[in-house]
């Protein structure tokens, strides 16, 4: 069992920056692979960048390539969303989530999820 809980979200203005971190119970974090997801009002969750349990391997989606960054600290038990040249449309509350085995971009792919935190970038 894994215990996510994000923090890091806030008001921003365009162009602006802020950095995530989903914080992780359990002392076998270093061995899940890690997501962050986004849901703007309206909109279905979709996917915004994993790592695997190494930091070894990343992908992001085409909306954020070049401008976000995942990370993750396995001595902390934590993973980190950098978003810089922050956009009026990254709003949304941005969700982490883990899995033990699966990765990619579907939700279905992880097992455990966050409770959220809300961005907003103001134009």
């Known amino acids: 069992q894994v215990q996510l809980v994000e923090s890091g979200g806030g008001l921003v203005q365009a162009g602006g920056s802020l950095r995530l971190s989903c914080a992780a119970s359990?002392?076998?974090?270093?061995?899940?692979?890690m997501g962050w997801f986004r849901q703007a009002p309206g909109k279905e969750r979709e996917f915004v960048a994993d790592?695997?349990?190494?930091?070894?391997?990343?992908n992001y989606a085409d909306s954020v390539k070049g401008r976000f960054t995942i990370s993750r600290d396995n001595a902390k038990n934590t993973v980190y969303l950098q978003m810089n040249g922050l956009k009026p449309e990254d709003t949304a509350v941005y969700y982490c989530?883990?899995?033990?085995?699966?990765?990619?971009?579907?939700?279905?792919?992880?097992?455990?999820w966050g409770q959220g935190t809300q961005v907003t970038v103001s134009s």
């Open positions: 989530a883990a899995d033990p085995l699966r990765f990619g971009s579907l939700r279905t792919e992880y097992r455990y």
């Open positions: 790592i695997r349990w190494s930091g070894g391997s990343t």
């Open positions: 359990g002392r076998t974090f270093s061995t899940y692979n």
